[in-house]
């Protein structure tokens, strides 16, 4: 269970004000569901992903993963409690243009072996299988920006995580990709994993379990129910 009690997070503007990014923000997420945080940009959406993430400490409140209290650890036990527990999807891919698919997806493995085990280097062909993307295809940089997506996708699940991130997963690519993308997050819901995606796309809203509306960082009241969705059977 992720808990965050009363989140605020603050930054100094280039005029030396001060953005209040998030205002009093508290929400549970639980294993085995599909949470979908909608809202305009410049809403606050990111910076609230990037706290659960670890990568930013709030301002003030409490962010606690179990036992654990992710706001009082120090940087480098962030750090590697997001590489054993967090899958990250970016908006813009973040992937390295001169690798291939492979290679992209195993990045995260590079952290923390000298050497790739065989059983990462198979399960990250695995996973290419499974996105129905070319293990030798070429740098990233040449494929369509639905296969850098789904690329995105494979290095976000190599190291098998329970907590799976994805920012504006759909912001980037045609309707048919995008259908595939929320598709693919709701089935790792069903697998078990808590999947978090923060999103202006009403299509995300519309499959997700739950959906929480933050505006001008503040939460507001809610969650939102959207009619249930049915099931899509698709071919990654």
């Known amino acids: 269970m992720i808990m965050l009690d009363n989140i605020s997070a603050r930054f100094a503007d280039r005029t030396g004000g001060e953005i209040e990014a998030l205002q ?14 909608i809202g305009p940009s ?11 993430a670890a990568i930013l ?10 036992d654990l209290a992710l706001d009082t650890m120090s940087e480098g036990k962030r750090d590697a409690w ?16 001169e690798l291939g698919p492979l290679d992209n997806v195993l990045v995260p493995a590079w952290f923390t072996h000298l050497r790739t ?9 695995a996973l290419l299988a499974h996105f129905n993307v070319p293990v030798r295809s070429g740098p990233v940089a040449a494929l369509s920006r639905g296969q850098q997506q789904r690329v995105a996708m494979a290095r976000a699940l190599l190291l098998e995580p329970g907590i799976v991130l994805a920012d504006e997963p759909t912001a980037s ?54 009619p249930a969705a049915h099931s899509v059977e698709v071919q990654l």
């Open 57 to 66: 400490q709030p301002s003030g409140g409490t962010i606690r993963v179990g």
């Open 42 to 52: 410049g809403s606050g959406k990111t910076t609230l992903l990037h706290i659960i």
């Open 24 to 37: 009093s923000v508290s929400l549970q997420f639980a294993p085995a569901r599909f949470y979908a945080i």
């Open 82 to 97: 997001r590489r054993h527990n967090c899958g990250l999807i970016f908006q813009d891919f973040r992937l390295i243009d």
């Open 173 to 226: 690519v045609d309707k048919a990709n995008a259908e595939l993308i929320i598709e693919e997050l709701h089935r790792l819901a069903r697998q078990g994993k808590t999947v978090i995606c923060v999103s202006h796309d009403e299509r995300v809203a519309r499959r997700a379990d739950q959906v929480f509306e933050i505006e001008d960082g503040q939460l507001l009241a809610g969650p939102r129910v959207y």
């Open 117 to 125: 085990p065989a059983a990462l280097r198979e399960r990250a062909e």
